[in-house]
């Protein structure tokens, strides 16, 4: 469900110059979203967004991928950072093969890893190509 949606109290009216909605966004609104790869495939769709409380960032994204009617999905953390807009499609996109996201670290949705753990970032920074925020916790 993307932010027109839910859109219940006018809160979304105006619209950035640059994505598919308003530059603030309320986390829920982007929960649900598709996200493609760069060969136009579809990944999955974002589960959750995890913030870094302390220093306020958007830190990973939980995309749901493979499965069928939610059935045996594995889910993968996706730095925020390797994500970027579709606006003309209103998705995500995620330079990723299929391939090798499916080859990509992932977790159980009954078993979730310690996010905060810094090996456990370092290795999803590594995978995906990405460099933490200056301000998120050190690796």
């Known amino acids: 469900m993307n932010y027109e949606s839910q859109d219940t109290y006018g809160m979304y009216k105006s619209s950035a110059d640059n994505g598919p909605g308003p530059r603030l966004m309320g986390a829920n609104t982007l929960e649900g979203n598709d996200v493609y790869n760069t060969q ?64 990509a670290p992932g977790f159980d949705k009954d078993k979730w890893p310690n996010m905060a753990d810094e090996t456990w970032a370092k290795g999803i920074h590594d995978y995906y190509g990405t460099k933490p925020y200056a301000n998120e916790m050190p690796l």
């Not at 749901?64 to 993968?76: C, N, Q, T």
């Open 40 to 103: 136009d495939e579809d990944l999955g769709d974002i589960k959750e967004i995890m913030l870094d409380v302390h220093s306020g960032r958007v830190n990973y994204a939980v995309l749901s991928f493979g499965g069928f009617l939610g059935m045996g999905d594995e889910l993968f953390a996706v730095p925020w950072s390797a994500l970027t807009l579709d606006t003309k499609n209103k998705r995500f996109v995620l330079d990723v093969e299929k391939s090798r996201l499916e080859d």
